[in-house]
């Protein structure tokens, strides 16, 4: 019976109500990995602000049957808790983009004086291959407009280090300190530049980062001490591994496995924010009830622990998730 009832709910969902953009702001309690069930999210990025945790994810809705990455629109949820989450209006799409063709790939939001920056990866309409945009808002939850009007990154800029067309992707921005922007991306090769301090335009020169061994893609920066945090997905299927360094630039040094292979998916694309005092872990896997694949895929979160020497100690997926913080 609860066999029929699912593959009914899989039909249904994955046609139609999976694939809807969303008008309203809606609450629901999250009951363990995955934390939403009632849609298929990928590839997250997490940001903390004014003791909000952001959330925001692609949205997997390839047709049943089908095994490819049909993404349209991007979603953001927020929660003061991590157990009790609302998601908002839908805030960005790839159309929004108007030099872009499609494919809301990864991407992420981060904050500069009082706005709001959407780094995403998409198929451009005009250079052949993927390519990352920025998109900005004045609130964490948007709507967010095009804020550039082109491209920031292209594929004909990257194709002395690798001649694929989807090396452009999966964009993490950092401001360091100094308060310089840094944005990183990659797949196959990990590459950055400087942001100038209108987090639109380029400084300098593209730099390829060496020492990222089996580096496949999802790059996520982070610091905590002293330390800097190149964690980033290896190998296929994935799992995550990280690099620590004492400088954003590098010298990077190969940590090993962060996040083991989850099984139920080809990809794991990661984020990893601090909030309340602890350490989230946030992750995408295969493993919704109804449903769940490589092209289906839902975002988990699990606590990010430290060793005393600053290393990170390796990731536990649990299907309990985390638990509420005050
Ligand atoms: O969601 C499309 C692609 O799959 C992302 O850009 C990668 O990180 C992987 O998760």
Not at 22 to 32: H, I, K, L, N
Not at 36 to 61: E, S
Not at 254 to 274: D, F, M, P, R, W
Request: aromatic fraction near 14%; charge should be neutral.
């Amino acid at each position: 019976m609860r066999k029929c009832f699912s593959a009914l709910l899989s039909i249904l969902c994955i046609g139609s109500l999976f694939s809807q953009e969303v008008t309203r702001d809606t609450t629901f309690r999250a009951e363990g990995n995955p934390v939403i069930r009632y849609k298929y999210t990928a590839d997250p990025g997490a940001m903390v602000y004014k003791n909000k945790f952001y959330l925001y994810t692609g949205h997997d809705v390839c047709p049943k049957g089908q095994e490819r990455y049909v993404m349209n629109d991007w979603c953001v949820f927020s929660s003061d808790d991590m157990k009790t989450w609302t998601e908002h209006p839908t805030p960005l799409r790839a159309k929004d983009f108007a030099w872009a063709k499609g494919d809301a790939w990864a991407s992420q939001v981060i904050e500069r004086n009082g706005k709001f920056y959407w780094y995403v990866a998409v198929e451009h309409g005009t250079i052949h291959g993927k390519a990352i945009g920025v998109a900005v808002s004045d609130s964490p939850t948007g709507p967010f407009k095009d804020a550039k009007g082109s491209a920031i990154i292209t594929n004909d800029l990257t194709t002395k280090y690798t001649k694929i067309s989807w090396d452009d992707i999966d964009p993490t921005v950092f401001i360091d300190d100094d308060k310089q922007a840094y944005l990183f991306w990659g797949n196959t090769q990990c590459y950055y530049v400087k942001l100038k301090e209108n987090m639109i335009d380029t400084i300098g020169s593209i730099v390829a980062v060496p020492n990222l061994p089996r580096f496949t893609e999802a790059p996520w920066i982070h610091k905590n001490k002293d330390w800097y945090y190149l964690s980033y997905a290896s190998e296929f299927p994935e799992k995550i591994v990280y690099a620590m360094s004492r400088k954003i630039t590098g010298p990077w040094q190969y940590k090993g496995i962060l996040n083991e292979l989850a099984g139920n998916s080809n990809t794991n694309h990661q984020a990893i924010v601090e909030f309340k005092g602890k350490s989230y872990f946030v992750y995408h896997n295969g493993g919704a009830d109804v449903g769940g694949s490589s092209f289906h895929r839902s975002v988990c979160i699990d606590q990010l622990f430290y060793n005393k020497d600053g290393s990170l100690k390796r990731v536990q997926m649990t299907t309990e998730g985390v638990s509420a913080v005050k």
